[in-house]
């Protein structure tokens, strides 16, 4: 069995393509000539990467008449939600022009894989009190261009599914960490700033808004439910991915600063701070749970411990 993933060099991207190998699957990858390959070296020997780009439709259509995946987990995208405000016309383009791109060259390809498209829980957005636990029937509400780009993907992949029969699966994962997030995302940030400190960089450590809530799991057991899904779900649905406990930015760091000896002090970043923001984002997973029988099996300071010494690796 083949299975192709588009954001390989990436941050889950990678996990993903590890724990394919170990379920004996031939692992294809698209990357673009000047990708970085640091998340994949290790086993790099055991890939088959091909040069494509998902804003290139042309290059992904040579792509699925050669490998002829059984499953694609389309996981590439513009993901960093702060950054969407800087550059929503990239977001924009990157995330909704690649999606369609992709499932076009699996149209006119011919071939018939199981797709997993990776949603958003931002695609949820503004959440009301009342709302939570979050259920996939919830309102799309989103704050921010990358929001809005996950709502057209989802949407736009349903469409395929409806319109071509297409095996078109989406998932609105929530925030997930660990090894090999990239350092912008706020955990990354924060656990690299401890390890900066602990080799003796000045113990200050700068954030921006540390209210907010979020529902975290590790990366390690989110791409193995991406697996299940495209094993025993149901083509033309959605499903949360997600732990379903939530903790403030400000818990999140205080675990973390639980695992070092380092005196640190917290010091605000304007920066750092987003137009908008969403309170909380706190998922209800049993739709996901009652299909798959897959439960989170990482602890939060676990993933906290693991990022952290991931970091002290690379300072």
Same mark, same amino acid.
């Given at each position: 069995m083949k299975a192709l993933i588009t954001g390989i060099t990436g941050f889950a991207g990678s996990h993903l393509a590890e724990l394919l190998l170990k379920e004996n699957l031939e692992v294809y990858g698209i990357a673009r000539w000047r990708s970085k390959t640091d998340n994949i070296d290790h086993i790099r020997e055991h890939l088959r990467i091909e040069n494509a780009d998902i804003r290139d439709g042309y290059s992904l259509q040579k792509v699925m008449r050669k490998v002829k995946p059984d499953y694609i987990f389309h996981l590439a995208a513009q993901s960093f939600v702060l950054e969407s405000w800087n550059s929503p016309l990239e977001t924009l383009g990157t995330n909704i022009l690649g999606c369609a791109n992709l499932l076009e060259a699996v149209r006119l390809a011919g071939v018939d894989p199981t797709i997993l498209v990776t949603g958003s829980s931002e695609e949820y957005g503004l959440?009301?009190?009342?709302?939570?636990?979050?259920?996939?029937?919830?309102?799309?509400?989103?704050?921010?261009?990358?929001?809005?780009?996950?709502?057209?993907?989802?949407?736009?992949?349903?469409?395929?599914?409806?319109?071509?029969?297409?095996?078109?699966?989406?998932?609105?994962?929530?925030?997930?960490?660990?090894?090999?997030?990239?350092?912008?995302?706020?955990? !990354?940030?924060? @656990?690299?700033? &401890?390890? /900066?400190?602990?080799?003796?960089?000045?113990?200050?450590?700068? %954030?921006?808004?540390?209210?907010?809530?979020?529902?975290?799991?590790?990366?390690?057991?989110?791409?193995?439910?991406?697996?299940?899904?495209?094993?025993?779900?149901?083509?033309?649905?959605?499903?949360?991915?997600? !732990?379903?406990? @939530?903790?403030? &930015?400000? /818990?999140?760091?205080?675990?973390?600063?639980?695992?070092?000896? %380092?005196?640190?002090?917290?010091?605000?970043?304007?920066?750092?701070?987003?137009?908008?923001?969403?309170?909380?984002?706190?998922?209800?997973?049993?739709?996901?749970?009652?299909?798959?029988?897959?439960?989170?099996?990482?602890s939060f300071e676990d993933t906290m411990r693991d990022l952290l010494n991931y970091w002290r690796e690379r300072v």
């Open positions: 959440v009301h009190p009342n709302e939570t636990p979050i259920k996939e029937t919830n309102p799309l509400r989103p704050q921010s261009p990358y929001g809005v780009s996950k709502v057209a993907e989802d949407l736009l992949s349903r469409q395929y599914h409806r319109s071509y029969e297409m095996k078109t699966i989406v998932t609105r994962a929530f925030n997930h960490t660990g090894p090999r997030r990239g350092e912008v995302f706020v955990t !990354s940030s924060f @656990a690299k700033q &401890i390890a /900066e400190i602990e080799k003796g960089k000045e113990p200050k450590i700068y %954030a921006g808004d540390l209210s907010p809530k979020r529902d975290w799991t590790d990366v390690r057991d989110v791409v193995k439910a991406y697996w299940l899904v495209v094993k025993l779900c149901t083509p033309g649905e959605v499903y949360n991915i997600c !732990s379903g406990q @939530a903790w403030s &930015i400000r /818990e999140m760091l205080f675990t973390l600063c639980t695992l070092t000896d %380092a005196d640190v002090e917290t010091v605000e970043d304007p920066d750092r701070m987003r137009p908008s923001d969403i309170p909380i984002l706190l998922g209800d997973c049993s739709k996901f749970m009652e299909q798959t029988g897959w439960v989170p099996e990482i």
